[in-house]
C-alpha cells in the first residue's frame, strides 16, 4: 500500500489529452513539491517533472504538472505512442522523514 | 553524467551483500545521493539517502538493517545490506538528489544492480 495514490493504469488515443492522478496527505503533497517520474520496459525511470510544474531540460512542453492542496496531476497533451510507459510521483513526507513514491500508472496509447 | 552500480547478487536470507555506484560526468562531493529499488513487476521504493555531508536518511523498513556511506575521494556511493530478507529482493538503482534541477528531484538514475534474496 503505497502513502501516495495513483489509479494503476489509464489510456488514451494518439492526441488526445490525458492526466494522471495523485493523491497524498498533508504531510507529504499538502506540505511540500512533487516528482513525476517516466519509466519505460527494462530502463531506469528518468525525471519528468521536479517541484510541482517545472520540466528537467529536454522534457517536452507536452508534458506538465500541478498541484492542489492533497492532489498532484501529470498532463500529457498531444499523446504520442512513444508516451506508452510507466509513472510515478514522489514526494518528501514529514512524518515518515522519507522519501515516498506512488504505485505508479501504467499508460497504454491505443 | 553517469552513475554504475555493481555488487549485486544472489544471496541467502539473513547474508549480507555490499553495494556499489560509481558516479562520473559530475562533481560528486557536494552531491545527495539516494538508493531507491524496485522489486520485480513492482513500483518504485525509496531505500534512504546520504547527504552531501554524510548524514544517511534510511526509509522505515530497512532502518537498522543498512547502511548508506559515501566515498567523496572516489566518487562512490554504497549500501552495505545485512539481515537480509526475501522482500529485499529487487533491482536497486543510485540516484543524484538535486544535482542538476533545484529541490529533491531523482534527476540522474544509475542503470541499476539486481539483488536477490533466495535460498
Known amino acids: 500500500q503505497s502513502v501516495l495514490t495513483q489509479p494503476p493504469s489509464t489510456s488514451g488515443t494518439p492526441g488526445q489529452r490525458v492526466t494522471i492522478s495523485c493523491s497524498g496527505g498533508?504531510?507529504?503533497?499538502?506540505?511540500?513539491?512533487v516528482y513525476w517520474y517516466q519509466q519505460f520496459p527494462g530502463t531506469a525511470p528518468k525525471l519528468l517533472i521536479y517541484?510541482?510544474?517545472q520540466r528537467p531540460s529536454g522534457v517536452p512542453d507536452r508534458f506538465s504538472g500541478s498541484k492542489s492542496g492533497t492532489t498532484a496531476s501529470l498532463a500529457i497533451s498531444g499523446l504520442r505512442s512513444e508516451d506508452e510507459a510507466d509513472y510515478y510521483c514522489a514526494g518528501w513526507d514529514a512524518i515518515l522523514s522519507g522519501w515516498v513514491f506512488g504505485g505508479g500508472t501504467k499508460l497504454t496509447v491505443l | 553524467e553517469q552513475l554504475v552500480e555493481s555488487g549485486g547478487g544472489l544471496v541467502e536470507p539473513g547474508g549480507s551483500l555490499r553495494l556499489s555506484c560509481r558516479a562520473s560526468g559530475f562533481t560528486f562531493r557536494g552531491t545527495w545521493m539516494d538508493w531507491v529499488r524496485q522489486a520485480p513487476g513492482k513500483g518504485l521504493e525509496w531505500v534512504g539517502r546520504?547527504?552531501?555531508?554524510?548524514?544517511?536518511d534510511y526509509a522505515a523498513p530497512i532502518k537498522g538493517r543498512f547502511t548508506i556511506s559515501r566515498d567523496d575521494s572516489e566518487s562512490t556511493l554504497f549500501l552495505e545490506m545485512n539481515s537480509l530478507k526475501a522482500e529485499d529482493t529487487g533491482l536497486y538503482y543510485c540516484t543524484t538528489e538535486g544535482r542538476f534541477v533545484s529541490g529533491g528531484g531523482k534527476d540522474v538514475w544509475g542503470q541499476g544492480t539486481t539483488v536477490t534474496v533466495s535460498s
Open positions: 498533508t504531510s507529504n503533497i499538502g506540505n511540500d513539491y
Open positions: 546520504i547527504s552531501d555531508d554524510g548524514r544517511p
Open positions: 517541484k510541482n510544474n
